[in-house]
């Protein structure tokens, strides 16, 4: 297995940045568009927005661990940040699985970069799961950490099946849209320019 190499670390720290800068502006539309105020859904708006950074270091990479590195610094962020314990969680088994799905297409195939994708946007989910699997714990972290109660009504994400359904079925559409995007644009322009 070929290792990473200094410019390798590089690309990875680039993209990185990049990535959450698209999970930022993700959140922000999520908050911005979807009654309530809650980021239920930047998980999806961060899929759709993130694929051309996720194929370009894929492409360019194409080395076991740039995807995990990536999600191991969305855990330390989602850690350092203050969220609620579990939540790194996610981001770090997503972002290891994530690797091996694409490494199964040697980080050239369209079909497994795709499901790569998809797979690591389900890490998003972490900062949301507790809302719905742990939701008294989270209470009494957000109570701990001086919340009010109007606070804790607006950021907490319904327990209804309908809800967690559309969320899922949005975050499956949006990071193939997002995926597909991003590989088209790789091969558009990136590729042509020598970019990868």
Known sequence: ???LKVGDLINIGVFSA???????????LGVVLIPGGTHIFAPSFAALLSGVVYMFLVTKVKKFGAISIIGILLALFYFS??????????SLV???????VAKK???????????????FSLGNLGPILPMWFMKEAYIQSLV??????????KVLASFEWPVIATVLVSLVLFSIIGGVFGQKMVKKHFSK???V
Do not use: Q
Not at 105 to 119: E, P, T
């Open 81 to 90: 940040s203050g969220h609620f314990g579990p939540t790194f969680l996610a």
């Open 18 to 28: 990049l990535y959450f800068v698209c999970l930022s502006v993700g959140t922000l």
């Open 144 to 153: 701990e950490r001086g919340k009010d109660n109007s606070y804790i009504t």
């Open 1 to 3: 297995m070929e290792k």
């Open 105 to 119: 297409g040697h980080y050239v195939s369209d079909k497994w970069n795709l499901a790569s994708y998809f797979v």
């Open 193 to 195: 320019a020598g970019l």
């Open 94 to 100: 997503f972002g290891f699985l994530a690797d091996f």
